[in-house]
T-cell receptor
Framework: AQSVTQLDSHVSVSEGTPVLLRCNYS??????LFWYVQHPNKGLQLLLK??????LVKGINGFEAEFKKSETSFHLTKPSAHMSDAAEYFC????????????FGQGTRLTINP | DSGVTQTPKHLITATGQRVTLRCSPR?????VYWYQQSLDQGLQFLIQ???????AKGNILERFSAQQFPDLHSELNLSSLELGDSALYFC????????????FGPGTRLTVT
């Protein structure tokens, strides 16, 4: 079964500094990977997705992620944090190639300090 | 706004009761997915319907059931409710049977007392 592990349950950065949210995956095939964001009392929004095209994926709001097969990682980064980035972030893998079921990591809560 | 709507927003009920959660997918989307988000289990896939038929099943309890109607809206029925069923229930939709991108609704927060 496919799985993802988010290495930090909570990350705190200062506004204007870089953000790094770490994710490792386990998959027996070439996976589809995603990052979703959940703002307080809101639904989930897709930030970006990797589906075996370019390994560096750019998403919305200045976020990007790099797929590294050798390290089985899909870390999320942003050069400069903004207060509005404070939210819960989920690393997600699809259950089977092109399949329906999404498997979520436990989430990383990102806090931005002024 | 994803275009997926869920009602009600909040639901408070007692143990042993039955509730129905409703989801309207984005216009044109044929697939509907249900997820449960709880503090101890995190976000878990429950079930998927595509064009009225059940297509994938996850960690859904036997006390829970779902259906998708001809107009493509979906309902999740939860019965014999227990305290542990308190959670946020999300619905998501996508255009096709197997789609990389799912659009999530705002969720229904269920509290069982």
């Amino acid at each position: 079964a496919q799985s993802v592990t988010q290495l930090d349950s909570h990350v705190s950065v200062s506004e204007g500094t870089p953000v790094l949210l770490r994710c490792n995956y386990s998959s027996s095939y070439s996976p589809s990977l995603f990052w979703y964001v959940q703002h307080p009392n809101k639904g989930l929004q897709l930030l970006l997705k990797y589906t075996s095209a370019a390994t560096l994926v750019k998403g919305i709001n200045g976020f990007e992620a790099e797929f590294k097969k050798s390290e089985t990682s899909f870390h999320l980064t942003k050069p400069s944090a903004h207060m509005s980035d404070a939210a819960e972030y989920f690393c997600v893998v699809s259950d089977l190639p092109g399949a329906q079921k999404l498997v979520f990591g436990q989430g990383t809560r990102l806090t931005i300090n002024p | 706004d994803s275009g997926v709507t869920q009602t009600p927003k909040h639901l408070i009920t007692a143990t042993g009761q039955r509730v129905t959660l409703r989801c309207s997918p984005r216009s044109g989307d044929l697939s509907v997915y249900w997820y449960q988000q709880s503090l101890d289990q995190g976000l878990q896939f429950l079930i998927q319907y595509y064009n009225g038929e059940e297509r994938a099943k996850g960690n859904i309890l036997e006390r829970f059931s779902a259906q998708q109607f001809p107009d493509l809206h979906s309902e999740l029925n939860l019965s014999s409710l227990e305290l542990g069923d308190s959670a946020l229930y999300f619905c998501a939709s996508s255009p096709r049977l197997a789609s990389y991108e799912q659009y999530f609704g705002p969720g229904t927060r269920l509290t069982v007392t």
